[in-house]
Structures are given as C-alpha cells and as structure tokens.
C-alpha cells in the first residue's frame, strides 16, 4: 500500500485574517521543530515557512500524488496562478475557523483541467460515509467582469473583491471538477455557494463541473459575463442555480436533481433586488437544462423563479417534481421583461409540479398579479405539459436523466429551438439537458450523500 502525501494549506483562526498557503514543495517544512512521519508533507503557518501567511503568492503546481488540505481561506493572489493536475483532491478541513475554503483573487487564475477519467474533487476531510452539506466553505473565484451593484462589490463571508470593466476577463479553467459537501454559513444571507463566480469574465472555461450536496446554492453567478457547459447541481440544500446582479453570461447542458429533505428552487434569477432596473441586467442565454425537484420531500419548491427584473433568453428546457410550480414570475419588473421581449422562455416541457406547473397565485402572495396560465399558451412559446419519460429522474443514486423512447422531448412534440452559433452553443435535436445516446452525467461525477 502506498501511502499518499497530505498537504495542509494552513490559515490562523481569525475570520478576515489571511492564511497559509501551500507551494512547490516536496520536503518537510524547514524548522518546523517536529519529525514529520515518512510520507507526508505538512505546511502551516508553525515553524517559519518562507512563504506569506493566506496566500499562494507564484506560480504554484499541485500534483495528484498528494491531497492539499485547506486550513482556513486559502486565497491564489493577483498575479498568481495555481494549476492543479487532473486526478488531484482538495479537501476543506471541517475543524478550522473558518473551515477551509479556495479563493481566486480578481488578477489571480486557477487552471483545474480534469478528464471524465481523473476528475479534480474539492471534498470534505471528513470520512467516506460521515461526509455531508456544510463541512467546508467551497471554491469562490472573483473577476474583473460587470456588475450592477456598483464598479466593485464585496464577496459574502469576506471572500474579497470583484467586478469591473473587463467583460473578457480570464479567471482559468474549471473542466471535469467536482465541489461536494461544502457550503458554511456564517450567518443568514452570509452563506458560501458550491462554486460562487464573482464578476468572473467570459475568458475563463467553465465545461464539465458538478456541485454535490452544498449547504447554500450549487452555483451562483454574481454579475459577470462567464460561460458555463455541462453544469450538474446534485442535492443541493439552497436554490441549484441563481443569478443576480447583472449576470450576463451562457450556458448549455445544465441539469439539477434535489433532494427534498431541505431544497429551494431550480433556477433563482434576479437582477437587483434593490433597483430592479440597475444595468447591466441580469440577461443570461441558457438552452437544454433538466430541472428535477423532488415531490417526495417536504422542500424543493420552484422550478424556475424568475423574478426582480431579471431578463434572459431561456431554451430547451425539461421541469418536472416541484412542490410549489413549475414556473413562477415574480414582480411587475419581471413581467415588464415578459412583455418588452426581454426575458423569454420557449420550447420547454413541464410536468408533475404541483399543484400547478405555471404559478397563478402572487395575489396571495402579496405581489402584482402575473397570470402565468395564460402566458404559457400564448402563440409560439411552445410551453408544454407532458411526461418527458425521462428515464430514471428522481433516482438520487443511479440516476439517469436521458429521455426515453416515446418521450416528447425527442419526437417535436416540442420542436427544439435553434441556439446562436456563436461558437459557444451547440446544435442538438433533443429537449433538455442530456443527449439520449451520450450521458454526460456519468462516469465522473458523484451521486452518494455521505
């Protein structure tokens, strides 16, 4: 048996202090005044390293054949990139103040360039089978993209600055990664998301990532103008997508699965929630996601929320085993980007939300009235309530979210809307998230809760 290498990133307790970081280093550390056991590499801030406290300062390489641990925020500085190779694992020690957490500084990049056959994982230190949401803070990359809060904006949890004016930005590559069971919160509306893309820029990649089993949403874009592909949401205890803040970016391949036990939305879409009409707007391009709650579990509410002014062009879609709707437009901002050809949702398929797929109800709600009913069967939209006879949806550990045979996400019981062809988007002839004859879903990625 080999033993692998451990590389603890340290940090000091303080909340807002920086912490160690972890470089090229092979030996043990120099005046550390202990024996270290064969095999195993530890750097913290005891003994004199000589390297700055909190922060990965150079050009750094993290190798598969160790697992780094962050102690506390470790934050990649402006000017520095850490490349971390395919088949590396990362784990947030649960027992810090704060747990561990990755940060990417504005200036700074992360190049964690997986393969579906060695994927890179940030997990939790904690035991195979004692693993669960919250046990570490998650990955947090901050850019120098737009936002509409104002020219710059504080990350929650003291996660540093972002935004800017550099839509193009390059904040690295995120392909093949997973981030599971990770999520603190230190205090209401003061939570860490799976993976938080602060005012990142549509130069970083963004392909093949999974958020599992996080205590706050899966992945949130706050502003920015990034691009993400083939985006798995599993288990997550908050909303599995949101936006906010002027996010004007694309995505393809999207899909989420909740677990009813404590679950949110699908989709949380926003654009200010202080000045609905703020610009940049939130204006994403999103085509082929599958939405699936949980009509089981006591939570998993909306499918999508669309609220707070919010526009965005939304294609492709399978909803299906929410608890609230399928659907639900909240704010006469929102229906003002309903009406201006704003925000427009076409060529999707909803099915079992209960106890309505669209949501008719925001009188009750102390909101201005949106029929959603009526809205849905307008000319064109192709809205549809049926089965999509996806083939094992709600199976939390062996799913399988390919539509079947028969299903009308493949027979133009909803025809498929054309994406750009920009580049980015790619052409299919399917509904929702999954190709029928090529599961993206598997192979890579985790479905256990512990």
């Not at 993400?228 to 989420?256: E, M, N, P, Y």
């Not at 949380?268 to 999103?286: F, M």
Request: aromatic letters at 8%.
């Amino acid at each position: 048996m080999i033993r692998r290498k451990t590389c603890f990133v340290a940090a000091t307790a303080a909340l807002i202090a920086l912490f160690a970081g972890c470089g090229d280093n092979d030996n043990n550390p120099a005046g550390s005044g202990e024996q270290q056991p064969s095999g195993v590499l530890v750097v913290d801030s005891q003994g004199g390293q000589s390297f700055a406290e909190g922060n990965i300062t150079t050009n750094t390489t993290w190798t598969s054949d160790n697992t780094y641990v962050l102690r506390g925020a470790v934050f990649v500085e402006e000017g520095a990139t850490l490349t971390i190779q395919p088949g590396t694992v990362i784990q947030g020690e649960s027992s810090s103040q704060p747990p561990g957490t990755m940060i990417v500084a504005q200036g700074a990049r992360i190049i964690a360039d997986g393969t579906a056959e060695n994927p890179i994982v940030f997990t939790s230190d904690q035991p195979v089978g004692d693993r669960g949401r919250g046990q570490w803070g998650g990955l947090i990359i901050n850019g120098r993209a737009p936002l509409n809060t104002g020219d710059t904006a504080e990350g929650e949890g003291d996660t540093g600055r972002y935004g800017g004016n550099i839509p193009g930005d390059d904040s690295g590559i995120l392909r093949y990664v997973r981030v599971e069971y990770a999520g603190i919160e230190f205090s209401p509306d003061n939570e860490l998301n799976g993976i938080a893309f602060q005012g990142v820029g549509s130069g970083t990649v963004v392909d093949y990532i999974q958020v599992h089993y996080n205590q706050d949403d899966g992945v949130e874009f706050f502003g920015g103008t990034v691009n993400a592909k083939h985006v798995l949401c599993t288990g997550i205890r908050d909303d599995s997508f949101d936006w906010t803040d002027g996010w004007t970016g694309k995505g393809q391949f999207w899909v989420a699965q909740q677990v009813g036990d404590d679950a949110d939305q699908g989709f949380e879409a926003d654009n200010n929630g202080d000045n609905n009409d703020l610009v940049p707007r939130s204006d994403p391009t999103i085509y082929n996601f599958t939405l699936i709650g949980d009509p089981n579990g006591p939570e998993s509410d909306t499918g999508m929320l669309l609220r707070e002014g919010t526009a965005g062009t939304i294609r492709n879609g399978i909803v299906m085993g929410f608890n609230l709707s399928g659907i639900d437009i909240d704010q006469s901002s929102t229906a003002a980007q309903i009406s201006s050809g704003g925000l427009s949702v076409e060529s999707c398929l909803f099915y079992g939300n209960t106890p309505a797929n669209f949501h008719d109800d925001d009188e009750g709600e102390g909101l201005p009235a949106f029929d959603e009913s009526t809205w849905a069967v307008a000319a064109g939209l192709n809205l549809v309530e049926a089965d999509p006879i996806l083939m094992a949806p709600y199976n939390t550990t062996v799913p399988d979210f390919r539509p079947g045979a028969g299903s009308p996400a493949l027979d133009g019981t909803v025809p498929v809307a054309a994406p750009p062809a920009d580049g980015f988007f790619e052409a299919v002839d399917y509904i929702g998230g999954v190709d029928p004859g090529d599961d993206w879903t598997q192979g890579w990625t985790n479905f256990s809760p512990n």
